[in-house]
């Protein structure tokens, strides 16, 4: 009888386990996105070559996740042949969206060169049934179109013959390079931990970019240590590792339109550190990117 009266009650816990669980893998892709955006400030603020700062990011941050995977257990084996190509592969996706980013941060402001980067969540919403079976959802060009909007009302007033034109085009390549990347990595997320994905990514870089040292000059690092190391411990380490593993949880485009929250963090971020004043279009702009992430988080529940 006992057992009777308990049956009606058992299905009401399933879903809010679903649920909580879908809330926490959200607050984690979020909180991610948040660490991420603190490249914004740090890569305006640090006064080293593009190149030269994404070495140190890249060599700093694979050191921390070495210790942290061998402290976790989490193995660092690479199964196949075919899957270290797509890691170097990627990898050099990476190190070029890093580099052309940081440029066009350095070459613009922190809005533009973030904004600019932020058209990548359309371009994977594009790319993504080209590398995978997924069917293509016209739902996602509204979104990325709302993006967009947002994107266009945050961007302040441009004189294309002063070198935001130049930040503007080098943070669309960014964008490019970032989109293909995430979509490799996406294939990897089920066999391989987000850790040691992460880990892959930075050995590589670390060994391809080695002749920037001897190509660029890098003796500020004795000064603009702290910040890289901001750069490499919180932004990167933590920051994508998190990112990657959301992938495991998310389809690149709900995670890539959840993370344009990003360009409204780093914006706020460069406002109290860089004094980077935003203007009334920023938090109209900033509104829509947020309505867009909120309406994707739901849809996304429902799948």
């Known amino acids: 009888m006992a057992a009777k009266l308990r049956m009606p009650f058992l299905p009401l816990t399933q879903p809010t386990k679903v649920k909580d669980q879908h809330l926490k893998h959200v607050l984690a892709l979020t909180f991610a996105t948040l660490l991420i955006s603190t490249s914004g400030s740090l890569g305006r603020y640090i006064d080293m070559p ?99 909007l947002g994107i266009y009302i945050l961007s302040p007033e441009l004189d294309f013959e002063s070198d935001n034109l130049k930040g503007i085009l080098l943070g669309l390549f960014s964008a490019l390079c970032y989109a293909l990347r995430i979509l490799i990595l996406k294939q990897y997320v089920s066999t391989y931990h987000g850790s040691s994905l992460m880990f892959y990514q930075l050995l590589i870089m670390t060994i391809v970019l080695v002749p920037t040292l001897f190509l660029f000059d890098s003796s500020n690092i004795t000064t603009q240590y702290p910040f890289v190391l901001l750069l490499a411990l919180v932004t990167t380490a933590i920051g994508h590792t998190l990112f990657v593993q ?54 996304s529940r429902k799948q």
Request: hydrophobic fraction near 55%.
């Open 246 to 299: 959301s992938l495991k949880y998310f389809k690149v485009s709900t995670a890539s339109i959840i993370g344009s929250t990003q360009p409204v963090f780093g914006i706020i971020i460069a406002f109290f550190f860089l004094n980077e004043i935003p203007t009334l279009n920023t938090f109209f702009g900033g509104l829509l990117i947020l309505s867009t992430v909120i309406i994707e988080s739901l849809r």
């Open 50 to 148: 593009a190149p030269v700062t994404i070495w140190w990011r890249s060599a700093l941050a694979m050191l921390f996740l070495f210790l942290f995977c061998k402290y976790k257990k989490i193995k660092l084996n690479i199964q196949s042949k075919r899957d270290l190509g797509a890691f170097v592969l990627s990898a050099l996706f990476m190190a070029a969206h890093w580099i052309t980013y940081f440029y066009a941060l350095q070459l613009s402001s922190v809005a533009i060169g973030m904004l600019s980067l932020f058209t990548f969540p359309i371009l994977t919403a594009l790319l993504e049934p080209l590398f995978s079976k997924t069917k293509f959802d016209y739902m996602y060009l509204i979104l990325g179109a709302m993006v967009l």
